[in-house]
């Protein structure tokens, strides 16, 4: 889609006359105004293909969708990602700020490459790791997701 130039009756401008917001018409979906229509945007438009650590989501958030905790052990998560349906489409990790470093390690190949082993997450699935303290997470773990606060 190629943008043509608006003219300068529809522009909005200030009084310095610099344009700030140019009218295209709708680019995308509204911006959210409360921390509820946030984590609904989270759960049904947000479009990057990285994992999405949350600041600020509460466990409460996401009760409705598949959820695993941080402290699960390696080989039950293996198992869990095994048995996960093709429709699902989210995978909620909780408590990742509050497990420790070597926890927290166990995570690197799945948000890196997508699998465990040979255990491989569906293409469809988005990772969404809420927090309440996003200092609480391993640097490398920060490194392969999309950051995102709501509050």
């Not at 984590?39 to 466990?59: M, N, S, W, Y």
Request: charged share 25%; glycine share 4%; net charge positive.
């Amino acid at each position: 889609m190629a943008f043509t130039k608006v003219p300068e009756n529809k522009q909005k401008r200030r009084k310095n006359g610099l344009v700030i917001e140019p009218d295209f018409g709708w680019l995308g979906p509204k911006p959210a105004a409360t921390k509820a229509e946030k984590i609904h945007q989270i759960k049904t438009e947000f479009i990057d293909e990285r994992p999405l650590l949350i600041e600020g989501a509460a466990v409460s958030d996401f009760r409705e969708c598949p959820c695993i905790l941080a402290s699960i052990s390696a080989q039950k998560l293996i198992q869990y990602i095994g048995t996960m349906s093709r429709e699902e489409t989210l995978l909620v990790v909780l408590g990742m700020d509050k497990v420790s470093s070597e926890e927290q390690e166990k995570f690197i190949p799945l948000l890196k490459e997508r699998q465990i082993l040979s255990t491989k997450l569906s293409d469809k699935v988005k990772v969404l790791i809420p927090v309440k303290n996003i200092n609480s997470v391993l640097p490398a773990i920060q490194s392969l997701t999309f950051q995102l606060k709501v509050s």
